[in-house]
């Protein structure tokens, strides 16, 4: 057999795929355990957590919603997406009592997971196209922003809570105290010279050219470096300074149920909460499920509806137990890809390994710097702000990039969901102001001949949901022809879209034929900006 007829052989699933890909599969999850440990400590203690549940949300992730899951390669477990929410939520529901506000946000995130089972049994996974890319992705930069802001003074060894003696800080003001910090930035001198070396790892190790180095987590660098140095410094915890992560119990001792429901009593907040868990940490799952069948070498399609239900079961359970918010984690999913896993047994490795971790080895994890986890996190905030990204919304087009900055600007003033509103309202604007009516926002006029489907009007992110359903009645086995002859605009959103949906149709042995679309000029030199007819 060759290489290409080999290519098309699917692995096999459940106790089959189990047995045919055990060696490839435990030594990814292998891998991917070793980047997730450090990410789940330190996402975890970002959030205002106790750390060692966030290695309980990676292991219910891999170990229990591996067999529910829809998609085959993606990794479930806490996310830095959402540290700036989990951490909200402790805060405000605990009214600045971390111990009291992370069991209320444990009751928050039982009652989000049943939301997200809701979400799946209801279909509503194919929602995730109504956000526009670009407000997704100003959310997302403006998380990053947040994340950074914050661990940038805990490289130091600086709470700015403590500093400014409050319960909460707002991101605005995380900016502004690091007018305070970088100054004295050695004031805390091993701290910061551990938090320096560390952050150089982070940032350095990726360049090396050689291959077999670079597959050594820089995450797990950072901890095996840090944690001698941590030592020959002499650091310790003591009642002023805290500069080691602390574990105050084993695994066997954090067993039991955490969750607290009387935030209930807080009706606004509470409630607040619970969308913003259940549609970001929809939405980012949903998206990381996207970009991970594009990676996968076996172009298989993963169910977005049912993988909803799978984080909404790991949700309950993990609220329940105390563990953090989980998603389809892009980064570890990466490298689950990445480092040749098949099959969802990979996910649950990665999960097994947290467990043994979590039984035989939870004491080491009280020598870790709190300046090493900063460093880590640091790194995690600045892929989601990278610089290419305002590029790409520019090269894209102006409007896409004001639509990504009014989101990130938003967002760091208020909250996520004023914020990725905000995007989707400026975007509506936006086309408002090309002659799309407000009608034609929300309804697209198509009409279906045999296997041709031709669009009359305006073709925009929030009128797309209502096109795409009938497109996918079809067999992606099929021949369909799609006709936007028309049509007079067709948004950036869905562009992309139709190049998607274009590929899903090759990988299942169909063809999606766009027609009409060379009638369209280009905005930009962009492939996926905004497309207006030239009539």
């Known amino acids: 057999m060759n290489t290409e007829n080999k290519k098309h052989v699917l692995p096999k699933d459940g106790l089959e795929g189990l047995k045919e890909n055990f060696g ?11 980047l997730a440990l450090p990410l789940s400590l330190g996402i975890a203690k970002a959030s205002e957590f106790p750390a060692i549940y966030g290695l309980i949300t990676a292991m219910i992730g891999g170990i229990i ?13 806490p996310a830095a997406g959402l540290i700036v929410i989990v951490a909200g939520s402790v805060t405000e529901l605990g009214h600045g009592n971390a111990d009291l506000g992370w069991h209320l946000a444990l009751g928050a995130v039982v009652v989000a997971g049943v939301v997200q089972v809701l979400f799946g049994i209801l279909k509503l996974g194919r929602f995730s196209d109504f956000f526009p890319l670009s407000a997704v992705h100003g959310m997302l930069a403006a998380i990053g922003i947040i ?9 130091a060894g600086v709470n700015p809570l403590t500093q400014e003696g409050k319960s909460m800080v707002e991101p605005l003001e995380l900016i502004e105290l690091l007018g305070k910090t970088i100054p004295n930035f050695f004031l805390h001198k091993e701290v910061a010279i551990i938090g320096l070396v560390s952050l150089a790892i982070v940032f350095g190790w990726p360049m090396l050219k050689i291959n077999f180095l670079r597959k050594i987590p820089a995450s797990l660098l950072v901890l095996l470096l840090s944690i001698p140095m941590g030592m020959a410094f002499g650091l310790k915890n003591t009642t002023d300074f805290k500069p080691l992560l602390t574990f105050d119990k084993g695994f066997f001792e954090i067993l039991g149920i955490k969750a607290d429901f009387s935030g209930f009593s807080q009706t606004g907040t509470f409630i607040k909460y619970v969308v913003m868990f259940a549609l970001v940490g ?17 172009k298989r399609k993963s169910d977005y509806n049912k993988d909803l239900i799978a984080v909404g079961i790991g949700n309950i359970i ?3 137990l105390g563990g953090l918010p989980m998603i389809s984690e892009v980064a570890r999913s990466s490298a ?34 709190m300046t090493a986890l900063a460093a ?15 590029r790409i919304m520019f090269k894209i087009g102006k409007d896409q990039l ?52 031709s669009v009359h009007g305006p073709l925009v992110f929030s009128n797309f949901l209502g096109v795409k359903k009938n497109i996918t009645h079809f067999s992606m086995k099929e021949h369909v022809i799609f006709n936007v002859s028309h049509c007079q605009i067709i948004d950036h959103s869905v562009v992309e879209s139709l190049h998607y949906l274009k590929d899903d149709f090759k990988n299942e042995g169909g063809h999606f034929e766009i027609l009409g679309l060379e009638e369209f000029k280009s905005l930009t030199d962009h492939p996926y900006s905004v497309h207006q007819h030239q009539h």
């Open 282 to 298: 929809s939405l980012e799952a949903l998206l990381t499920v996207k970009a991970i069948d594009m990676m996968d070498p076996f």
């Open 318 to 320: 993990a609220g329940f």
């Open 24 to 34: 490839a599969d435990a030594l990814s999850g292998f891998l991917v355990f070793l």
């Open 147 to 155: 994340i950074m802001s914050k661990q940038i003074h805990i490289l």
């Open 376 to 390: 880590m996190l640091i790194g995690v905030g600045y892929k989601l702000v990278h610089p290419k990204e305002f």
């Open 402 to 453: 004001s639509i990504f900055l009014i989101t990130i600007i938003v967002t760091l003033t208020s909250d996520l969901l004023v914020g990725i509103a905000a995007g989707i309202i400026l975007k509506m604007i936006i086309h408002l102001t090309r002659g799309v009516t407000f009608k034609q926002l929300f309804k697209g006029n198509m009409e279906i001949k045999g296997n041709t489907l």
């Open 65 to 77: 919603v591996s067999f529910f899951a829809g998609s085959k390669l993606t990794i479930k477990g």
């Open 336 to 369: 689950n890809v990445n480092n040749g896993g098949k099959t969802r047994w990979a996910n649950f490795y990665h999960g097994i390994f947290i467990l043994i971790f979590l039984i035989f080895a939870v004491f080491f994890s009280n020598l870790i710097p």
